[in-house]
């Protein structure tokens, strides 16, 4: 089994920060890691797959990148509508998939 | 629009059999390069992916479940269910249904939710 460890698991920051959240494979996963963000009570949101791309109707604010077993996720200058909790998936061996732990995004 | 929609009870007894239909509305089973899959998260953990199916029949489990797990299209009816066996207080989570597009391995759209609680 591939295990995603996230960090940090929380950051606090303001409204026009950037956030920089970093995911790491236990194994190699080449290109295959979404991201996704998920408010509270709500289904999580896809906003980038295969490292990089964006979901269509995601605001460029948010970047991937990484390759191998290290992955980050960028929001550049952070909206009201951005503090929430976000999740890394790969997908090496799709159907079968697995999440990291998550990093919750508040407001300082 | 897509929307898929969870439903089915909210609590199971201990050693019960848990059993969730996700209904699709705006779209097609059928749809090819996608799997019709379902995930659930825990209170306050990760998520986790519990199995996947295609419209051919084929299904996919989490190897950790998979003696547990059995989920089932009625592509004429737009639904897929899951039935999980043998539930412990551990199974209590959110359970969500959701499609997942095969060529980018990722889930693009999600049901709202619902929790299922196994207690006596």
């Known amino acids: 089994d591939i295990k995603m460890t996230q960090s940090p698991s929380s950051v606090s920051a303001s409204v026009g920060d950037s956030v920089t959240i970093t995911c790491r494979a236990s194994q190699p996963i080449t290109k295959w890691l979404a991201w996704y963000q998920q408010k509270p009570g709500r289904a999580p949101k896809l906003l980038i797959y295969l490292t990089s791309d964006l979901q269509s109707g995601v605001p460029s604010r948010f970047s991937g990148s990484g390759s191998g077993t290290d992955f980050t996720l960028t929001i550049s200058s952070l909206q009201p509508e951005d503090f929430a909790t976000y999740y890394c998936?790969?997908?090496?061996?799709?159907?079968?998939?697995?999440f990291g732990g998550g990093t919750k995004v508040e407001i300082k | 629009q897509l929307q898929l929609q969870e439903s089915g009870p909210g609590l199971v007894k201990p050693s019960g059999t848990l059993s969730l239909t996700c209904t699709v509305s705006g779209g097609s089973l059928s749809t090819s390069d996608y799997y019709w899959g379902w995930l659930r998260q825990p209170p306050g953990k990760r998520l986790e992916w519990i199995g996947s199916a295609y419209s051919s029949g084929s299904t996919y489990y989490n190897p950790s479940l998979k003696s547990r797990v059995t989920i089932s299209m009625d592509t004429s009816k737009r639904q897929f269910s899951l039935n999980l066996t043998s539930v412990a207080a551990a199974d209590t989570a959110v359970y969500y249904c959701?499609?997942?597009?095969?060529?980018?391995?990722?889930?693009?759209?999600w049901g709202q939710g619902t929790l299922v609680t196994v207690a006596s």
């Open positions: 998936q790969e997908a090496n061996s799709f159907p079968s998939f697995s």
């Open positions: 959701a499609k997942l597009r095969i060529s980018t391995a990722v889930a693009v759209d």
